[in-house]
């Protein structure tokens, strides 16, 4: 059960506070009265977000994160450390497991965000630096040497601007872990979990196919970060980002009719942080069913679709 209340969540909360009250005062009849009409509020808000609803949503700091997600998608992970060239990074996780249920070798790379303030910290809130997308770059050459198939979690709100990034080759390390995704001889499974923001998410999910979880949100850019750049003045950002929102169509349902991701996942009523174990369940059986007839498939065959599948992406008719 989730602690934290999203805004338009408020009147839901309320709700419930109020099924509480009624337990504590011994009057089940009106707990449950009053559980049903919540969920039933649940029911409706959830099946009309807007754009930048979802993106609060994909946002909520107890979704669940890539250590959460490889304790019920793998069995047997082993963290594999280090870009060999600089150092570690914590924002991104990688290493080889097998995948749940089907007894299938995969190299899962992903980014962490963290689960509390110590943890947030230690991962740089998900945002990458270059050892981190270097250290994704040698796990995918490394599964493609031992043909492994790579599993890749995107939860991103980009990669790490700081200076000392930069100075390492912040972008030129993106563009590398992209053209190692679309180099790659074995088969790619990309999962937009939460946030997939920017060039730091493009580098992990430039896959052969790519899983968008329902409330999840897939961008160039932040909404906030668009509403700075259009409307030019950084106090109006927040108060434009709806509308930036709402344009940039950063939603499942939108991104599958472009063609950008090819499965929406669906999450449990609420979002999957009311039920990380039901939307981790959901998505491990996405993977498994995206990822079964790519086995039979040749590497040459594999980097050709791959490649044309990125190639017709925006294409007019």
Known sequence: MSTATLDFEKPIATIQARAADYRAAG???????????????????????????????????ERPHFGDMVKALVEDFTPLAGDRAFGEDYAIIGGLGRLRGQNIPVMVIGHEKGNDTASRVKHNFGMGRPEGYRKAIRLI??????????????????????????????????????????????????AITGEGGSGGAVALAAADRIIMFEHA??????????????????????????EAAEAMRVTAADLKKLG?????????????????????????MAIAAELMPLLALEPTALRKARRNKFVEMGRLL
């Open 27 to 61: 009057d089940e009849a009106g707990a449950k009265h009053a559980e049903g009409a919540a969920r039933r509020l649940l029911a409706e808000t959830y099946a009309r977000l807007t754009p930048w609803q979802k993106t609060q949503v994909a946002r909520h700091p």
């Open 141 to 190: 050459e490394l599964a493609s040497r031992f043909n492994v198939p790579v599993v890749t979690l995107v939860d991103t709100a980009g990669a790490f601007p700081g200076l000392d990034a930069e100075e390492r080759g912040q972008a030129e390390a993106i563009a590398r872990a992209t053209e190692a995704c679309l180099a790659a001889s074995v088969p790619i499974i990309a």
């Open 217 to 242: 949100v897939y961008a160039v850019i932040s909404p906030e970060g668009c509403a700075s750049i259009l409307w030019r003045t950084a106090d109006k950002a927040n108060s434009h980002a709806p």
């Open 260 to 284: 950008v991701i090819d499965t929406i996942v669906t999450e449990p009523l609420g979002g999957a942080h009311r039920d990380p174990a039901a939307a981790i369940a959901s998505l491990t």
